[in-house]
């Protein structure tokens, strides 16, 4: 391989040989200065070891919880396993059945009874669900017009639409 005869520069004062440049050349890298004898590198990262550390153990530590268990456990509570119960839902006028879900005690769904023959409430043939006091259902939406119908039963059959 034959050696390359051309010459790199660094900036435009190298290829002029500016004097100052010339002069300033020697001093590119400057020497490194003396390390302070009172502290190491190796002080220096045993303490940033030490604050991530214990920065870490700090940020790991969860709250204590306490978990209180029944004195007397009730038969018909497991904490494993949802309970279901049929209800109603009366607002003013208005009178829907109900499926409660609960765990422990503790209502965490509310939707239309569908197994019921007192009164529905549908939205596109889906029964709706009741939260906080207003019927509510996912209907799946296509590109361009759609039609919603909700529509709803009382016992005597009487129907309501909108």
Partial sequence: MEESKKIYWKGIEQLANNPEFVRNANKEFPEPPEEDPGHSRRDFLKMMGFGVSAAALAACEAPIRKAIPYV???MD???SIANYYASSYINGGDYCSIVVKT???RPIKI?????????TVRCN?????????????V?????????IIVQSADIAGNLASS
């Fill in 72 to 74: 007397n456990k009730p």
């Fill in 77 to 79: 509570i497991d904490p």
């Fill in 125 to 137: 043939s889906v029964n709706a669900a009741i939260t906080a006091g207003s019927y509510s259902c």
């Fill in 103 to 105: 765990r422990e005690g």
């Fill in 111 to 119: 939707e239309g009874n569908a197994l019921s023959g007192v009164s």
């Fill in 139 to 147: 209907v799946p939406l296509v590109a361009g017009a759609n039609t």
